[in-house]
């Protein structure tokens, strides 16, 4: 059973940065893509990137040239680097594994404002 812990959020000011990271247990984290999702109130969950275990990352339009998404293998952690936050970033931000569809875990709350 895969567990995913988020944690690192909090309040920032907008042009700020954060960096979140996402503990990862119940899985081969050298075998999943991983991926960042987040949900503002009111809104639908939306996807902000991912990392492939080839490496390859991809990220929503709304966050490229931002966001960095990595991994530590020998942490069993996944990482997500924001900068250059703005208000529309604020959500609670969630990671998944690809191989867990619906697996979510508390997810970790991000609040830009001034």
């Known amino acids: 059973q895969v567990q995913l812990v988020e944690s690192g959020g909090g309040l920032v000011q907008p042009g700020g940065s954060l960096r979140l990271s996402c503990a990862v247990s119940g899985v081969t984290l050298s075998s999943e893509t991983m991926r960042w999702y987040r949900q503002a109130p009111g809104k639908q969950r939306e996807y902000v990137a991912l990392i492939a275990t080839s490496g390859y990352t991809n990220y929503a339009d709304s966050v490229k040239g931002r966001f960095t998404i990595s991994r530590d293998y020998t942490k069993n952690m996944v990482y997500l680097q924001m900068n250059s936050l703005k208000v529309e970033d604020t959500a609670v931000y969630y990671c998944?594994?690809?191989?867990?569809?619906?697996?979510w875990g508390q997810g970790t709350q991000v609040t830009v404002s001034s």
């Open positions: 998944s594994a690809a191989s867990r569809p619906g697996s």
